[in-house]
């Protein structure tokens, strides 16, 4: 569980019940910075009675504690993305959690909660930009961030793409579904000679955050790729995505969405959110000419913990009164999601589309 994630949990209508870390070194720093009580193993901590088990590990050990907790009578699940260090294991797990038919299971997908994604899964929706022919999605990290303790595990997929980048995919098929087939790149780029000063890193939990000021590294350093590129093919539009594990700019200020449409177009980024309509004729309520989004905050501004919020408060309704329906980044998408990221790590190796069934 992340720091972010456990003060929104502090809050009249949730008791926490304490956590499991299985580095003791971790383990002493989360007890004393957020005054959680800590349990000596994972089997300690599911004796007791709970709701909701918030799953974080580093990926390897996602599907095993998400199934330890399953067992032993969770209502719900938030688990790590991107959830498992192949996409096989999000496919057995998903298999396996279907003994429980009443658990709620979703994934860290945040992003998922955007303000901007609120008005983009509606324009596509009721086709307010006609019909669509092409979108254009970036994603990434801030320089560093790809060289986080994340993105350089042993035995993954892949890196900050298979990482974080995967915000990205999640988002395109969340709004899209799965593709017919994916064509991409994917590449670790020559090392270079010249170092570039990082935006953002939290190189592991003894260095923790790297100082931004002092540390530089070089494009090609990392164990994983650096960039990658694709083409998703619908049947009746393209989608192109690109991301970069170097980009200059701070967590999500990049992350951008350009959707064209027979009858207008979109232009926006995640976080801070920021949007704009452009319609040939009025539709839905969006006038004809441009029309800038609605943000809970004022222009510029981050929202990202309202997003972390949204997901727990809609989480928690859903425990609370079962059976009610609300946005979700769960199973459905998850699976998806992992199709199209093995897709394009095939589709890089082979150097050919591949299709997805």
Not at 104 to 125: C, K, P, S, T
Not at 245 to 267: L, R, S
Not at 333 to 355: E, N, P, T
């Amino acid at each position: 569980m992340s720091s972010s994630q456990t003060l929104q949990l502090k809050r009249d209508d949730v008791d926490i019940l304490g956590f499991w870390e299985e580095d003791a070194q971790l383990a002493e720093k989360v007890a004393s910075r957020l005054g959680l009580r800590r349990f000596t193993s994972e089997r300690e901590l599911l004796q007791h009675p709970f709701d909701v088990a918030f799953v974080h590990p580093l990926d390897h050990d996602n599907p095993r504690l998400a199934g330890l907790a399953a067992a032993a009578g969770a209502k719900a699940l938030l688990l790590e993305k991107p959830g498992a260090t192949h996409p096989q294991h999000i496919f057995d797990l998903v298999e396996d959690l279907k003994q429980y038919p009443d658990l709620i299971v979703e994934w860290g997908w945040e992003m998922h909660y955007a303000e901007v994604m609120d008005v983009v899964r509606d324009l596509v929706q009721k086709q307010t930009l006609g019909q669509i022919t092409t979108s254009h999605w970036h994603g990434g990290t801030p320089s560093g961030g790809g060289l986080e303790l994340w993105q350089r595990q042993q035995g993954t997929l892949g890196g900050f793409l298979y990482m974080d980048g995967s915000h990205t995919v999640e988002a395109i098929v969340d709004v899209f579904g799965l593709p017919r087939r994916v064509c991409a790149s994917i590449r670790k780029l020559p090392k270079a000679q010249e170092t570039h000063p990082i935006v953002s890193c939290w190189y592991d939990m003894d260095k923790e955050e790297l100082d931004t000021a002092t540390t530089e590294f070089a494009v090609g350093c990392m164990m994983y790729e650096d960039i990658g590129s694709a083409i998703l093919e619908y049947d009746t539009h393209n989608v192109v995505a690109d991301f970069t594990a170097w980009e200059p700019t701070d967590w999500c200020v990049d992350w951008g969405i350009d959707i064209y449409g027979t009858n207008g177009t979109f232009h926006g980024v995640l976080n801070p959110p920021v949007g704009q309509v452009m319609l040939r004729r009025e539709k839905d309520g969006f006038k004809q000419g441009k029309t800038d989004i609605t943000t809970i905050k004022e222009q510029g501004v981050t929202n990202q913990a309202g997003y972390y919020t949204r997901q727990i408060d809609l989480l928690l309704q859903r425990v609370k009164n079962p059976g009610h329906e609300t946005e979700c980044a769960g199973p459905a998408i998850q699976v998806k999601l992992m199709k199209v990221l093995q897709a394009m790590y095939d589709s890089a190796s082979q150097g050919k589309f591949v299709s997805i069934e």
